[in-house]
Each structure stands twice: as C-alpha cells, then as structure tokens.
C-alpha cells in the first residue's frame, strides 16, 4: 500500500513515511493510491477478534511496511487493559432506536485515544527503526492536545509541543493537558481561538527548512495514521451492531453512522470503511452551531469561515470553521484528479468559497452523506431528554450526534451514533441540561487540583519558533 497527495506533487510514500508528515510538500494531504477491499467473508472472518487483533488485521491493509508481530505488540500495548480497563468500544442502545458506540474509554475519556494511543505506539516504533527524534507540533481545541499529550508522554525521542486556544477550553480539558508535568510535553496557549493556533502550526510546517532542521512532525488530525487507526472501531461497530443477526442474514445487515464532527477526520474513518465495503448505509455528519460542513453536505457550496467567526459553544471540540479533512473526500469526489483540486483550491482561495452544486446528488445519492445542526439548547435539551428515557447522561457532543441522528433514522437500519466524549469533561454544560454535578472519581480530582504548566503566547510564528528552538528534542 502506497500514498499519494491529494495534489498529485508527491512520490508514492510507505505508510512510515506518512506518519511523520504533516501536510504532503506540495501542500496536499496524503490518501491511499486505493482503499483496500474486504470481502463479507473477510469480514465475518473476523468476527471473534478481540478488538486489539481486530486493529491489527484493519491496519495490516494500511501499515504494509511494518511486519504483523510487530503491528500485533502494538496494537496490544494501545489497546489493551492498561489503558481500557473494561474493554474498548462497548455498544449500548439508548432511546428511539439509536446505539451509542463507546469511543470515550480510554484515558482521556474522548474518543480521540482510540487512535492516539496507536499512534505513539507506530511513532515511537518509527523514529527508533531510523534512529531519529521528533518534535511535535500541534494545535488543538481540546481533546486532541490531552490525547497526544497522553500517548506520547515519557517517550524518549519526541517532543510535544502543543497549541491551544487561550480560554476556550473547559477546566477539565485544561487540567487534563496543563497538569502533566514530564520533560518532554510543552504546553502553549495562543491568544485566539482554534484556527489561529492551527494556522501557526500550518505556517511553521509549511517552512521545510524550520521544519527538517527541527524534525517537526504533526498528529492533528490530517494525520493519516489516526485516520487508519479510526476505521478500526467502524468494522467493530458493524461487527458488534450484527452479532444478533441470523447468520444468513448478516451479509445484507446494513446500518447507518451518525458523527458528531468538526475537523471531518473522524467521519472521514467511517467514509473510508464504507469504502472499503463495511455495509454503512448513511453517513450523518453531526454539526454545532459552526456549521459549515453541514451548509456544504445540504447545499454544495464550501465556505469556511474566518476564526473570527468561529463561535465559542458548549461542543467546544467542534468548534472549527475550516475543516482540514474534507480535503480527502474532495478528492474522491473530484475524480481523484489532483488539476481539479488545484483549480478548486484556487477557486477557494480567490472567492472565499468552493462551489460544488453540480456534485450535490451524488453527496446523498452515490456517497450516503448526510448533515444537520445541533444548536446549544438542542443539546441541552437532548441531554435531558435522553437521561429521562434511559438514565444515561451523554456528554454536549455525543448529544448533537443524538439529535441530528433522530432526523435520518430508518425503518430496520440500526442508527448508531458515536459517543465522542465522556460527560465528566464537560460538567457546566451537564449542570445546565439536568442540574446534576457528576461524581469524580479521586483520580480525577486530583487531577483537576494539581498544578498547571503553560506558556501563553500571542499568535505568532516568531515567537513559537524561538521556543522550539530553545525546548525541541535535538
Ligand atoms: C475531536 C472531537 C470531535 C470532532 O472530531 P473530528 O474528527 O475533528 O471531526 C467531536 N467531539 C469530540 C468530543 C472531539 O474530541
């Protein structure tokens, strides 16, 4: 399996390869040359798996460069007990026919673990196979700064230097990255809001001198190895989803996957498994009120909006305007032909917006795309609405999932929305929908007790250069 960029100026890479990269040097993102196929039989093979052996045979299509025991103690060290106590990816039905898909297990009670803790398993693997160190940059809005910061900590050739957005995180969310306190994790918060600390990393990796001298390397989410890691826990979803089926009726199971999205990576994983043949019939992509993918999917136009414009609400992980993976699906449904994503990249570039109405049948029609917004009180009142029915409380995001989800549910097609977030990260909010303050376990409270390391910077590309500078691991 080889990679390509979305803008046709790289030469095929291995899979190793990609995983240290952020953006492609022709500022494209990488994509596989083909999606692998898997065959029902492939699929219903695979059935017994643990979900460890599972990770391992999903990214044995992908990883083709690493050998299988190799990939095998990795998936097992990420996924395995000491970071999943009680398994991972429970499923559990709520109300009105909907399934959560529990991707909040692990240790940093978001779903973005699932991938993370693979990937500073392959990174530390990499860097050791070549004998090389990396600084890594990245800009979060919450959840991925505490995931990386977590799988990559104490490791001995990297470097975490991370960016968030001063004041637009909740306290959990802050003491969850802030409290670390290993020699090899800097904490960064930028004046400004997402974009403009993703726009810093962009403008530092988008300089390959700074970038090779300083081994800068991403983990965001244009990482290509987090997406791969992602598809994983979609075949296990369908896997689990089916398990009840009669066996002879498990071959036309289908089911639809509602995602509550902002960067459009983790939806992106489910469009790869459809690809790849996992039976997902609807992809719903769940909005908040930044809901710019949400205009794109109803009405072929892509317009990101300035970070000005980004709004501060209570999913705050989705608070993005300008999402860096809808690149990838852009490309497929641009023909795969890098000379229209450079005139469409142009066309966005010089009008703001990226006008795809001629496509608008097939986003539905040929891609099974669909899209709503969830609004604050909407969340509010789908956290109290749910904890009614079932006694479950779902944290903001996995709440617009859940009603966005409601509007595309079918007749005998299991919906299942991904759980993206444990509620505990996001107390505030959970007091306003049901006036409830959730029990933290001692852990937790010590966590959120401890004292916080960060350094604040305005946004700008000068003075984070001289701090990698100064802290990179040489
Ligand atoms: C990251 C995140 C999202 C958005 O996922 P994308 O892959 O960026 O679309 C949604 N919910 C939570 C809780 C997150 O951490």
């Known amino acids: 399996m080889k990679y390509i960029s979305t803008r046709g100026g790289m030469e095929p890479t291995e899979f190793c390869e990609t995983l240290l990269e952020g953006l492609a040097p022709d500022g494209g993102l990488a994509v596989p040359e083909e999606l692998p196929r ?17 990770a391992t045979e999903v990214l044995g299509l992908f990883a083709t460069d690493i050998p299988r025991d190799d990939l095998a103690r990795m998936t ?33 009670l978001a779903f973005k673990d699932m991938a993370m803790q693979f990937l500073g398993q392959v990174v530390e693997y990499a860097l050791e196979r070549r004998g090389s160190t990396l600084n890594i940059v990245g800009a979060t809005s919450g ?16 470097t975490v230097f991370m960016l968030s957005p001063q004041g637009r995180m909740s306290a959990f969310q802050r003491a969850q990255m802030y409290s670390l306190t290993d020699d090899n994790i800097h904490n960064i918060a930028v004046s400004g809001v997402f974009d403009d600390a993703q726009n810093l ?26 997406i791969t890691a992602q598809v994983v826990y979609y075949v296990w979803a369908w896997l689990r989803a089916s398990d009840d089926a009669a ?51 109803r009405t072929g136009v892509y317009r990101p909006r300035p970070a000005a414009e980004t709004l501060k609400t209570s999913s705050p ?10 690149e990838r699906f852009l490309y497929d449904l641009l023909g795969r ?7 469409a990249w142009r066309e966005l570039d010089e009008t703001g917006a990226l006008d795809l109405t001629a496509e608008l049948p097939r986003l539905r029609g040929e891609f099974g795309f669909f899209s709503g917004t969830s609004t604050h009180t ?51 909010t959970i007091t306003e929908a049901i006036g409830v303050t959730l029990p933290l376990t001692a852990e937790l409270q010590e966590m959120l007790e401890a004292e916080q390391y960060v350094v604040e910077m305005p946004a700008d590309a000068a003075q984070l250069r001289a701090y990698i500078e100064g802290n990179a691991a040489l």
Request: charged content about 25%.
């Open 38 to 54: 898997l065959s029902r039989e492939q699929l219903e093979s695979w059935r017994g798996l643990a979900y460890a052996d599972l």
């Open 378 to 428: 909407d969340r509010l009142a789908t956290i109290a609405a749910v904890r009614e029915a079932t006694g479950e409380i779902i944290d903001p995001h996995t709440a617009d999932g859940v009603k966005v989800a409601r509007d595309y549910v079918e007749e005998g097609v299991p919906m299942l929305v991904l759980e993206t977030a444990k509620p505990e990260k996001f107390q505030e």
């Open 317 to 326: 992980s989705m608070d993005i305007s300008k999402a860096s993976n809808l």
């Open 337 to 343: 032909d890098p000379e229209r994503m450079n005139a």
């Open 143 to 158: 959840d991925t700064g505490s995931a990386a910061e977590h799988a990559f900590r104490g490791k001995e050739r990297i």
């Open 76 to 108: 097992a060290a990420a996924y395995g007990p000491h970071n999943f106590p009680d398994g991972p990816v429970p499923l559990r039905d709520i109300d009105g026919g909907l399934t959560l898909v529990g991707l909040s297990e692990g240790p940093t």
């Open 201 to 226: 990393v962009k403008e530092l990796s988008s300089d390959l001198e700074f970038k090779r001298a300083h081994h800068l390397g991403a983990v965001n989410s244009i990482n290509l190895a987090r």
């Open 247 to 297: 066996p002879d009726a498990r071959g036309a199971f289908e089911v639809s996957v509602t995602v509550p999205s902002g960067n459009f990576g983790n939806i992106l994983a489910g469009y790869f498994a459809k690809g790849m043949g996992v039976p997902i019939r609807r992809l719903v992509l769940a909005a908040n009120e930044n809901n710019v993918l949400d205009e794109f999917f």
